[in-house]
Nanobody, 116 residues
Framework: QVQLVESGGGLVQPGGSLRLSCAAS????????MRWYRQAPGKEREFVAD????????TYADSVKGRFTISRDNEKNILYLDMNNLKVEDTAVYYC?????????WGQGTQVTVSS
């Protein structure tokens, strides 16, 4: 059974940091491209970051570039998102997604709220 379970969300003040995790099981994690998305209230889900298998190339949305870092541990089957200098506009539910060809798996999401 395929599972992606996000964790690490919470309430943080502007300028703070959080580390999100996405624990994967039920599929060959090391062969999948992994991505983070987020969805703020009343908005569409948007791309945040991904990490390709080829040379581990990372891509970030302009809004998070320089503040967020995506990484993965293929031994532990975990995807990470380190978020620094958080802003109020980063408030959203964060989702991880696994992709291999036509296969797409989503997690259930973890809430991140940035507020003073």
């Amino acid at each position: 059974q395929v599972q992606l379970v996000e964790s690490g969300g919470g309430l943080v003040q502007p300028g703070g940091s959080l580390r999100l995790s996405c624990a994967a099981s039920g599929f060959n994690f090391s062969r999948f491209t992994m991505r983070w998305y987020r969805q703020a209230p009343g908005k569409e889900r948007e791309f945040v970051a991904d990490m390709l298998l080829i040379r581990g190339r990372r891509t970030y949305a302009d809004s998070v570039k320089g503040r967020f870092t995506i990484s993965r541990d293929n031994e532990k089957n975990i995807l990470y998102l380190d978020m620094n200098n958080l802003k109020v506009e980063d408030t959203a539910v964060y989702y991880c997604k696994a992709n291999y060809g036509s296969l797409n798996y989503w997690g259930q999401g973890t809430q991140v709220t940035v507020s003073s």
